[in-house]
């Protein structure tokens, strides 16, 4: 079945530093999301992205946040500056149409871990 | 802007009991996503339902749209049951928004 990767499964990076998360979604899907989830907390929406453009954005995405299909398979998420609190499980998702209406398919997540 | 109530919080169970979720929502809906994460993490969709039930398996998903409520069953519980069970919804009505607002999640453990 296929899968949306993601990498790397788990970063640590110091704080003050970028980081680029990477996502690969499955290769005929549209639509492409991010979503994060601190520890312990629930799962909440970042952005949802489709024909090149950010078609949604929560009030968590701030000018902090950035993402990027750079190629035809990936699909990428930057956090600029991290803080302690951007610490949290990030998944990316993707989906055929909009997921309202096709579903999602969720990456297995990477841990991102600031110091 | 949606929001999700789920209930049990945590939920313990032997091996071979009958498993009931719930999840209610704030505002209407096109479709409510059940997901299972796993221990490491992981996300994994189970159902996508706008009306009626859906059946996968020992699982089983029901939608009430206009009490804007869903149910997720599991019969014959088993150990490999064991993960965190979440609703999701649209974050709001009138299909336009794509983005999803998750419940808190329901922790289930089957005990042998």
């Known amino acids: 079945e296929p899968e949306v990767t993601q990498t790397p499964s788990h970063q640590v990076t110091q704080m003050g530093q970028e980081v680029i998360l990477r996502c690969v979604p499955i290769s005929n899907h549209l639509y492409f999301y991010w979503y994060r989830q601190i520890l312990g907390q629930k799962v909440e929406f970042l952005v949802s992205?489709?024909?090149?453009?950010?078609?949604?954005k929560s009030e968590i995405f701030d000018d902090q946040f950035s993402v990027e299909r750079p190629d035809g398979s990936n699909f990428t998420l930057k956090i600029r500056s991290t803080k302690l609190e951007d610490s949290a499980m990030y998944f990316c998702a993707s989906s055929e149409g909009r997921g309202q209406v096709y579903g999602y398919t969720f990456g297995s997540g990477t841990r991102l871990t600031v110091v | 802007k949606n929001e999700v109530e789920q209930s049990p919080q945590n939920l313990t169970a032997q091996e071979g009991e009958f498993i009931t979720i719930n999840c209610s929502y704030s505002v209407g809906i096109s479709a409510l996503h059940w997901l299972q994460q796993h221990p490491g993490g992981g996300i994994v969709s189970l159902f996508m339902?706008?009306?009626g039930k859906k059946k996968h398996g020992r699982l089983i998903a029901t939608i009430n749209i206009q009490e804007k409520h869903s149910s997720l069953h599991i019969t014959a519980s088993h150990p490999r049951d064991s993960a965190v069970y979440i609703c999701a919804v649209p974050m709001y009505s009138g299909g336009g928004a794509d983005g999803l607002t998750f419940g808190k999640g329901t922790h289930l453990i089957i005990q042998p």
């Open positions: 992205f489709y024909n090149n453009e950010i078609s949604e």
């Open positions: 339902l706008s009306s």
